[in-house]
């Protein structure tokens, strides 16, 4: 079985081409900042061009550029008979230029099919939309692909990770010249990031260039020709997708990393979190979970991993209160306790933290003071009838330090703020109070490798202090780097557990279908 991590490059490049794409000192200025500075590349027939940088580095402002959805200050863009800047998204297309986000544009409550043709909705008779071709068309798209998707399903009743599988289908409709990829595996599964990536590999063998923006290491040497780092809008260097992991953290960051995940301490304590049996309500579209049945004790990190819609987020979602739990039992220090909303959670001294921030972590048009500082008004330190400014501006200053988020930016929108600091932001909350259990659903999704590690050395300071972590993640390197042990979950159920001295990618992955 091939796993993620394995080359996925066997197609030979084209030589002798010219590129598909030509960018000439590219430059976005806002106001005073400088979004991208006189970036200069090449993007060639059958390669795949990772762009690699922190959030905020100018790879979002290059590739909007690219698809048309913003404009540069100077330079400009080649493509065919094209010599100039985009007007517009429609205009970048039809030079066959396609792109996926990770901000979706979809229509919530129109089905899947529905969804992947608009915009070019097929005909029938008489010259009226025919619903019949495009549920054919989508479905036949769909196995094509390879992916698991209902033709019929409304987006608002998928999960983030089916939603992605549908932009995705729509960016693979027509055949693009120029394929974007803005962080395409954040929200897949393993094997649904396998079906993409064995794509890409049929897509680059025919001559299509593709620009991949990701900040998992293990995907860059797997499926990339050559990386490009940014830093700062600035191009700092382009070197091939074989470079060492430490070397291209250090052409990202400027400074020497020694190594991306710490070692999780040995030394565990009395088991904080306890789970038995537990059987959730069943919800149209949702995985039902059934007999589940894990521990975590003081001190140590406990992962869960499986495909998307295993019920692995489901299942953390139920100590939250977010979830109906129908049966089993749920111990928090070795107290049976029932949670029916998050309030009740937080009083017994645990805290979840959802897979998304943007719509369910964080307020986006509030600053990152008042994000931060909301719960701690009424489960932490600030909890009172009087605002305590002092006590607040001290506990904001501890908690961007242990997060390391610049405490600059306290009084910024979170909207405003990169994935990482948003990331950071919804961290640093869940610190705000006396909390002893965390159960964290896919913490670094969509998150640069630099604000990875500030949170990866957060979670194994918790660690050190004696927290009990339940950590949800599809990025399964992530698991195995972090945690002292793992559970796979598959269609709701518990399927194998995995000491940390017995981890094997290969082994794991097996036990996912």
């Known amino acids: 079985m091939q796993t993620a991590s394995q080359d996925l490059r066997a197609a030979p490049v084209p030589g002798g081409q010219p590129p598909v794409l030509r960018v000439r000192d590219l430059t976005k200025r806002y106001d005073k900042n400088i979004a991208l500075d006189h970036v200069s590349l090449d993007f060639l027939p059958g390669e795949v061009h990772v762009l690699f940088g922190e959030n905020g580095a100018g790879k979002s402002t290059l590739i909007s550029i690219v698809a048309g959805a913003n404009a540069p200050s100077d330079g400009y863009l080649e493509i065919g008979d094209k010599k100039g800047a985009f007007q517009s998204v429609g205009e970048s297309q039809a030079c066959g230029i396609r792109a996926v986000f990770q901000e979706f544009s979809l229509i919530p409550y129109r089905t899947v099919a529905e969804n992947i043709v608009l915009g070019a909705e097929p005909l029938g008779r008489f010259g009226l939309l025919s619903k019949s071709a495009a549920r054919d068309e989508a479905r036949q798209l769909i196995a094509d ?98 470079t060492e992991e430490d070397e291209l953290i250090r052409l990202m960051t400027g400074r020497q990393m020694s190594k991306i995940y710490p070692k999780p301490r040995d030394p565990v304590g009395d088991v904080g979190l306890a789970l038995e049996n537990v059987t959730l309500a069943a919800e149209r579209g949702v995985t039902q979970v059934r007999n589940a049945s894990v521990s975590v004790r003081a001190g140590e990190i406990v992962g869960i991993a499986g495909l998307v819609g295993c019920g692995k987020s489901e299942l953390a979602q139920a100590c939250f209160g977010l979830r109906k739990i129908t049966g089993g039992t749920l111990r928090i220090k070795d107290e049976e306790v029932r949670i029916a909303t998050p309030g009740q959670a937080i009083d017994r001294g645990l805290w979840y933290s959802p897979s998304d921030r943007r719509q369910e972590g964080l307020a986006l048009n509030r600053s990152v003071r008042e994000n931060i500082s909301l719960s701690s008004y009424s489960f932490g330190p600030l909890k009172g009838w009087w605002n305590k400014p002092a006590r607040e501006s001290q506990l904001l200053a501890d908690l961007a330090g242990q997060v390391e988020l610049d405490p600059g930016r306290l009084n910024h929108a979170v909207g405003d703020l990169s994935g990482g600091n948003q990331q950071k932001v919804l961290f640093a909350k869940s610190l705000g109070q006396e909390i002893d259990v965390f159960v964290f659903d896919e913490p670094t999704v969509g998150v640069d490798i630099g604000a990875c590690l500030s949170i990866y050395k957060c979670l194994a300071a918790l660690s050190a202090k004696g927290a009990a972590i339940l950590l949800v993640s599809s990025n399964l390197p992530e698991l195995m780097g972090l945690t002292h042990r793992m559970l796979v979950m598959s269609e709701g159920r518990f399927v194998a557990e995995f000491q940390r001295d017995d981890y094997d990618e290969h082994r794991i992955l097996e036990q996912f279908f």
């Open 145 to 242: 692909l390879g992916f698991n998707l209902d033709v019929d399903a409304r987006i608002a009743s998928l999960t983030r990770g089916k939603q992605q599988m549908v932009e995705i289908c729509k960016a693979f409709r027509r055949p693009p010249r120029l394929l974007i990829l803005d962080e395409p595996t954040a929200s897949l599964s393993e094997q649904d990031s396998l079906a993409l990536l064995e794509l890409l590999r049929r897509f680059r063998a025919n001559g299509t260039a593709v620009i991949y923006v990701t900040h998992r290491m293990h995907e860059i040497p797997a499926i990339g020709d050559k990386v490009s780092v940014l830093r700062d809008g600035q191009l700092i260097a382009t070197v091939g997708a074989d």
